[in-house]
């Protein structure tokens, strides 16, 4: 019968015989931590300034959204970081995605071009918060630690620079026109009719004073003789068509 006595002289006789060895993980200095925020911050921040201030604002003008668009960047690209550094779970990341939904069904429409630039800021902030800056080295030996990846950080900023350039060969004027759109309550509903298009064409960019290139005919009051017409005419450089679908006075909103 084996005693506790006997045990402890085993544990003891073991103990001389074998070392016990202490498995530690490779944690990052405070210099590192601060060095790869910074990094990822100031990346993120000068490319979303870039975007909103030499292609998204030239045109439009819109001061809400250049404000929108660097502060919503650089708060995802925090909480996307903290995130992928801690462990979250699913109750907190559902609950996060609700929040945003309720946000998104609680404001206004959105334009469709103001809704691709703050997509494309979201996917910037995404890719500059959770793509690796530092890499383990020596993970098998006994003095594992991390370095700054060079080939990382190039990558980050090849990608942030493609998207500049797509986006740049894209608002240019060369490949493709800035298009917008007038809604105009019209008083000539006999023009409105299939067989005088030209004359109606015509009409309007007498009237507006632009060129005009498609139009579409909305809702028509015969009691009034009216019609809503959607006039598509093509932006000169420098010009803005960020109120040409208000129709009250009370919508619009200085910007």
């Given amino acids: ?34 060095t790869e925020l910074a990094i990822r911050f100031f ?18 003008r819109r001061r809400d959204y250049y404000f929108t668009f660097m502060v919503f960047s650089s708060a995802m690209l925090m909480l996307l970081y903290i995130m992928g550094n801690v462990e979250v779970g699913v109750g907190l990341t559902l609950g996060l995605f609700a929040i945003f939904g309720i ?3 609680r404001t206004e429409t959105v ?7 703050l997509f494309v800021i979201i996917a910037l902030a995404a890719m500059n918060g959770l793509a690796p800056v530092y890499r383990l080295v020596g993970a098998a030996s006994a003095n594992p630690h991390y370095e700054l990846s060079v080939g990382t950080v190039s990558i980050m900023l090849l990608s942030n620079a493609l998207v500049i350039c797509l986006i740049w060969v894209l ?4 490949l ?17 009719v299939p067989e ?23 809702h028509v009051d ?29 919508d619009f909103v200085e910007q």
């Avoid at 608002?171 to 060369?174: A, C, I, Q």
């Avoid at 493709?176 to 409105?192: G, N, P």
């Fill in 1 to 34: 019968m084996i005693t506790a006595q006997d045990f402890g002289d085993y544990t003891l006789a073991d103990d001389s015989i074998m070392d016990v060895q202490t498995i530690t993980d490779a944690m990052m200095t405070t210099a590192q931590s601060v």
């Fill in 43 to 60: 990346l993120n921040l000068v490319v979303c300034w870039i975007i909103v201030q030499f292609f998204y604002y030239r045109k439009s």
């Fill in 103 to 105: 946000i998104r069904y």
């Fill in 111 to 117: 334009p469709i071009r103001e809704m691709t630039y």
């Fill in 171 to 174: 608002e240019s004027r060369r």
């Fill in 176 to 192: 493709l026109k800035h298009t917008s759109a007038k809604l105009v309550l019209y008083d000539r509903i006999d023009l409105i």
């Fill in 196 to 218: 005088k298009r030209g004359e109606l064409i015509a009409d309007l960019e007498k009237r507006i004073g632009v060129k005009v290139r498609d139009v579409e005919i909305g």
């Fill in 222 to 250: 015969f009691l009034k003789d009216a019609a809503f017409i959607k006039v598509f005419y093509d932006l000169e450089d420098g010009q803005s068509g960020s109120i040409d679908t208000l129709t009250r006075a009370k």
